[in-house]
């Protein structure tokens, strides 16, 4: 849930170099061959026999075919996502039907990326080493051969945003947001945001964003160290068509809002006509920041006056946090109505503290059912799971939420949550500790 920051320089637009494309061989292998099978009838069976034999005989062909295919690692993946082993990433495409093959084919990322899925490819960012490279995906959605690449030398940036197949932009530990091609990942310009920039912050940092109606919201996280942020909101609201700011939002009720390790841009929620804008105070890191949703109605430039819902002051859920107690969310899902999913870390209710990278593992991270109209929030009956495994969350299609977990009582998980019962049962269990959850579609 908290990154773990290299030590971050603030980087000028000025001092980035864009490397050119990229091409590596592909390991898609050829389709394996169908197992043939062959029925004889017996003298004297029914036409209706012979056809239901038929049938059958059919029925064995296409099952052996798919079972031995899936052998072969052919079948149709649903995700994309991030594992850690150890203290370090890997991203790549998985099926929940198919856990015990999640790494297989997988690329090595250092300790700490973004990853996002776009017009069939998916774009990895390595945030070790600063660049954003662009794979395509074969039928199966396997990933395949790194088709394009950008590098941002010594920059942290993950987050896109994209306009349509040949636009969009990216933010991050920059004074800029820069405008880029996302097939050739080349740069084609950049929207100059240094004016913006508080007199105590090292870099601006355009992180969280979300582009409604043709205006891109992107928080100002006004970096004044690796961790500690600003002490107020700010979104800056972009025209997409002239690439030129329209206004800042502005508001002190909380710190600033949206994230740098948020590459799905889901701190950023649009539900009920409003953009919902969360602040997590820096994680604890800066005393005295307030953490809390504000909102932005669609269309306007001012953040609502009437709204604020401030987690650590107004949340207590029995049994699992106190009302002013510190906690933070980690990055949602996209919402279903006004309702969204997290896992809220209660480090503080647990006695628990940051202090060096095992924390990470501890199990501090409950997860939590939100309707962000009503400012409700309730707790869910799966265990806690610890922060590195607190980015996995999906509302599936049918309303239910799959959750990723690493968790005490169940191990390396994957966990399906009904919200019509209330009930939670686990559907997978992973070697590894599973991380982001990012739809092929």
């Not at 050119?20 to 026999?49: I, M, R, T, V």
């Not at 991203?91 to 990853?115: C, F, K, N, P, Q």
């Not at 940036?157 to 994209?162: E, L, P, R, S, V």
């Not at 929620?269 to 307030?290: E, F, L, R, T």
Request: proline share 2%.
């Amino acid at each position: 849930m908290k990154t773990r920051f290299l030590a971050a320089l603030a980087v000028s637009f000025s001092m980035l170099v864009a490397c050119g494309d990229d091409n590596s061989s592909s390991a898609n292998g050829d389709d394996e061959k169908e197992l043939s099978s062959s029925s004889s009838e017996k003298s004297g069976d029914s036409e209706n026999k012979s056809s239901s034999s038929n049938a059958k005989s059919s029925d064995s062909k296409d099952n052996s075919s798919s079972s031995k295919k899936e052998e072969k690692g052919e079948y149709k993946r649903e995700f994309a996502t991030a594992i850690a082993s150890g203290e370090t990433m890997f991203v790549g495409t998985m099926s929940l039907d198919h856990t015990d093959d999640i790494g297989a084919d997988y690329i090595e990322v250092g300790t700490r990326a973004g990853v996002v899925y776009y017009d069939n490819s998916l774009f990895i960012a390595d945030l070790d080493v600063g660049t954003i490279a662009r794979y395509s995906l074969d039928a199966n959605n396997k990933i395949g051969s790194k088709t394009a690449e950008l590098s941002l030398a010594g920059a942290w940036a993950n987050h896109i945003y994209f306009v349509n197949e040949e636009k969009a932009y990216l933010g991050g530990m920059l004074d800029s947001l820069l405008i880029i091609n996302p097939k050739t990942m080349k740069r084609t310009g950049a929207i100059d945001l240094s004016k913006y920039k508080n007199d105590d912050a090292l870099v601006v940092s355009p992180g969280t964003g979300v582009i409604v109606d043709g205006r891109l919201y992107v928080g100002l996280l006004q970096n004044v160290s690796d961790y500690a942020t600003g002490n107020t909101a700010q979104v800056a609201i972009i025209d997409i068509k002239k690439d030129s700011v329209i206004a800042v939002a502005e508001d002190d009720r909380v710190a600033a809002v949206g994230s740098l390790d948020d590459s799905q841009n889901q701190s950023f929620i649009v539900a009920d006509g409003y953009i919902y804008c969360y602040s997590n105070a820096s994680w604890g890191y800066a005393p005295g920041q307030v953490d809390g949703f504000l909102r932005i109605k669609v269309g306007e430039t001012e953040f609502d006056k009437d709204y604020q819902w401030l987690v650590t002051k107004d949340v207590a859920i029995d049994g699992v946090t106190k009302k002013d107690n510190f906690k933070y969310l980690s990055p949602t899902t996209a919402a279903n109505g006004t309702k969204v999913y997290s896992f809220l870390n209660v480090m503080v209710d647990l006695q628990q503290v940051w202090t060096d990278m095992d924390s990470y593992h501890n199990n501090t991270c409950k997860p939590v059912e939100i309707d962000l109209a009503k400012k409700t929030m309730k707790a869910l009956p799966i265990d806690y799971s610890s922060s590195w495994a607190s980015y996995g969350k999906y509302i599936d299609d049918d309303g239910t939420v799959i959750f990723a977990v690493s968790t005490e009582k169940d191990g390396n998980a994957y966990f399906r949550y009904d919200p019509k019962s209330e009930k939670a049962e686990k559907i997978a269990d992973i070697k590894q500790i599973p991380m982001w959850l990012v739809p092929l579609k």
